[in-house]
């Protein structure tokens, strides 16, 4: 089964690189040439690295290799997704700018004949026909048969016995009309206008090539941009984003406390130790009482991103650090983490709960844990609790949130789905989730969903820019 599906993941693939490959490269060059073949280079390159970055962390790849593999690979990933969705859009273009260049083409030529003085692609017979009041009338054009112009009637020409050719009357009558005739011919075909030489044979591209090439850079450029700057995005570090979430049992004490949340870091190939020194100073600079991650932290082994991740042990809050597991943790070797981050100087809440001033603070394992026996335990965690107080519980996911409701919880605070990271993503996310991204209520309980400071696979983010948000608890007691 897992086979069929990879093949069938590889089809669809396949046939959309393909239509992209069709689109920019065969489609918007003339001839098989050079261009062609560095285009088709690019494109069999550019997936066999998406392919193997894909595959690489879970094949046990040397680190170093990954590292290698992912930049270009991911981001031919992205590019390539963007690419074909500007196709698609440039498909509904494409017809509107061939008929645009149809009517120009056909009008274009109709302007230029009506400009044109009537004579100018005559040919030059008719030039050279002299005109009816030009042309000699019958009374003086020499009869047949007789050399004089006065034809029959002259008693001369009917007496005499010799040819009319050899007569000296219709000799010179003859020359002299043939004379005039000649010298008028040549004036008119010397006042006629050369005729029209032909038009040169197009050079440029057709009309088809042409709307490929314009339809072709256009999405190259939009998905170029897009990707440059949802990059950008990221390596630039995540914003901070400040909510205000009221408890109905938090006391006036506790009114004010501020939890910096964050989640999905992701370090790994891509985003590593200077990505995750950018992620702590921001998280120090909002001087929060307490820090909350949520899970996601990591994308590889401890051995490979043990150093990565020290920055995490210059966390400051005055009530300390948190954190809970996500689904990628138990990718990558869940229990060394937890230990790793509790060395890190951060406390790992596993199904387990710790009373602080004003409310209790709980977390439970990702679901993800379930396989290997270290799934989720509500009852563990809150089951003895006292329900008078306030709960705030750490849960990675927020399909968590309809056990928090079973149990009390009074604010759940998950990450996970990275607010859909790469649009159009966040259609498919909001579907596979009760909340994308922000603050939303179910019953008494209330879920706030972080979108994550890095990212996944792509350092890219489009439509979901990053962010660590400081929730600011309020009393509704104050």
């Keep these: 089964m897992v086979i069929v599906f990879l093949v069938l993941v590889l089809a669809v693939l396949g046939g959309l690189h393909w239509y992209v490959w069709r689109r920019m490269v065969r489609d918007t060059t003339a001839r098989p040439g050079t261009a062609r073949r560095v285009g088709t280079a690019v494109f069999v390159a550019g997936s066999l690295l998406m392919l193997t970055a894909l595959a690489a962390g879970r094949t046990g790849v040397p680190f170093r290799l990954q590292q290698v593999l992912a930049w270009p690979g991911f981001l031919w990933m992205v590019l390539s997704m963007y690419l074909l969705l500007g196709l698609l859009v440039g498909e509904a273009v494409r017809p509107l700018l061939r008929r645009f260049l149809e009517r120009r083409s056909a009008s274009g030529p109709a302007e230029v004949r009506e400009a044109e003085p009537v004579t100018a692609g005559a040919p030059a017979r008719e030039a050279a026909r002299p005109s009816d009041a030009e042309r000699p009338s ?90 440059g700057f949802g990059t950008y995005g990221v390596l630039n570090g995540p914003a901070v984003k400040r909510v205000t979430v009221p408890l109905a049992k938090l006391p006036r004490s506790a009114h004010g406390y501020r939890i910096a949340v964050v989640s999905d870091i992701h370090l790994g190939p891509v985003l590593g130790r200077g990505f995750a020194q950018k992620v702590v100073d921001t998280i120090n600079s909002t001087q929060p009482d307490l820090i909350a991650v949520v899970g996601d932290l990591v994308d590889g082994s401890v051995k490979d991103l043990g150093p990565a991740a020290a920055p995490l042990a210059q966390l400051k809050a005055r009530h300390g650090s948190f954190f809970v597991t996500g689904n990628h943790e138990y990718f990558s070797g869940a229990e060394e983490w937890v230990a790793r981050v509790r060395d890190l100087g951060l406390h790992p809440l596993e199904n387990a709960r710790t009373e602080l001033a004003g409310f209790d603070l709980a977390g439970v394992n990702d679901v993800a844990g379930e396989e290997e026996g270290q799934g989720p335990d509500y009852q563990k965690a809150l089951g003895d609790r006292d329900r008078s107080r306030a709960c705030v519980l750490l849960a990675h996911q927020p399909v968590q949130i309809h056990d928090a ?3 009390g919880v009074d604010l759940q605070l998950s990450g996970h789905t990275h607010g859909g990271q790469l649009w159009p993503g966040n259609l498919v996310a909001d579907l596979a989730n009760p909340t994308l991204a922000g603050l939303e209520r179910y019953g008494d309980t209330q879920l706030y969903v972080s979108r994550g400071a890095g990212a996944w696979g792509p350092p890219t983010r489009v439509g979901a820019p990053s962010d660590i948000t400081v929730v600011e608890l309020a009393s509704r007691q104050a």
């Design 405 to 407: 409701v079973d149990h």
């Design 138 to 227: 019958d009374a003086e054009r020499p009869s047949e048969g007789t050399g004089s112009p006065e034809g029959a009637g002259s008693s001369e020409g009917a007496g005499s016995s010799e040819p009319a050719g050899h007569s000296g009357v219709g000799a010179g009558t003859k020359a002299e009309v043939g004379t005039q005739v000649g010298t008028e011919v040549e004036t008119q075909v010397g006042a006629a206008p050369a005729p029209a030489a032909p038009a040169p044979a197009p050079t440029g591209p057709s009309r088809r090539l042409f709307v490929s090439r314009v339809v072709g850079g256009a999405a190259a450029a939009a998905a170029v941009g897009t990707v």
